[in-house]
């Protein structure tokens, strides 16, 4: 593994590491792996050894103002949830097809690095991309009695704390309430989305032709144990690629022998004997 800036398709320098296959496995391909909100790419870099050493060379990176490439003070610090997708992965896409021209040139997408790939201007580079948990965040997916109490809390997150925060303040102080640091733009933006039941694709300044045209493999997995977004609702943003060939996984952690996964939990060891093997084995055959 080794580290190294990539510009976003603006010139804005994002942190990023690399890791090269292993030469005896080597499938030609390369893997972007594009984070969760707030997510730092260090989260995934079990995984990204476990591709490599399948034969993979992939690149992990964090997206402008997360990780690495946040600035010292997020206050004032301009960025939009949808820039992440928008500048900052084309750029990441750009160098990696050009750091690998002869390999096969694919994505993975983590909640709302899956949901927003639809928005990525280069998205055509790609021979194919999996999704994991990449769910729409609007709380009426939490549908039933039992769910009121949660859709009360997310409701008075998105409309009240989120964005009475971020304005106040100039930055959402995430971390502090168990979600992450997050720039002005990027909170309001995503408050807004989810206030929405159409999410993202209610946002008038998004263009949405990636999703209508994209043509290539996906594979989606989402989790019925998720408490950050539903998986009754899992087509909701993977659906909107009309024309692809996707593949649904949507389980429940008794499917492959565990007690929880979660949103978060694809990533950690416990699934290196199963659903990463059947990850990189999709992987290896698009």
């Not at 992450?180 to 989305?193: K, T």
Request: aromatic share 12%.
């Amino acid at each position: 593994m080794s580290d190294l800036e990539i510009m976003a398709s603006d010139g804005f320098a994002l942190s990023a590491s690399r890791f090269d296959a292993v030469p005896s496995q080597r499938q030609a391909r390369t893997v972007v792996i594009n984070a969760a909100l707030g997510v730092p790419r260090q989260y995934y870099r079990t995984f990204a050894e476990y591709l490599a050493d399948q034969g993979f060379d992939v690149i992990t990176y964090d997206v402008r103002g997360n990780g690495q490439s946040r600035p010292g003070s997020l206050k004032g610090f301009e960025a939009r949830m949808s820039d992440w997708a928008c500048l900052d992965a084309p750029g990441v896409l750009d160098w990696a097809k050009s750091a690998w021209p002869e390999n096969k040139l694919l994505a993975i997408g983590h909640s709302s690095g899956g949901q927003t790939m639809g928005l990525v201007p280069n998205i055509d580079l790609l021979d194919g991309f999996m999704a994991v948990a990449a769910i729409g965040g609007h709380d009426a997916h939490w549908a039933g009695l039992k769910y009121l109490p949660k859709r009360l809390i997310l409701r008075l997150m998105w409309s009240v704390m989120m964005p009475g925060l971020a304005r106040l303040l100039g930055h959402y102080p995430g971390k502090r309430l168990g979600i992450a640091d997050l720039p002005r733009e990027v909170a309001l933006q995503w408050s807004r989305w989810c206030k929405h039941p159409d999410y993202l694709f209610s946002d008038a300044s998004l263009d949405f032709a990636g999703y209508a045209n994209f043509t290539a493999p996906i594979l989606a997995f989402s989790f019925h144990d998720d408490t950050y977004v539903s998986s009754h609702y899992h087509q909701s943003v993977i659906g909107r690629f009309k024309k692809a060939d996707i593949t649904w996984r949507n389980l429940a952690p008794s499917d492959v022998g565990l007690k929880s996964i979660g949103h978060f939990g694809f990533f950690r060891e416990p699934l290196r004997d199963n659903l990463w093997v059947e990850a990189s084995d999709w992987l290896g055959k698009v």
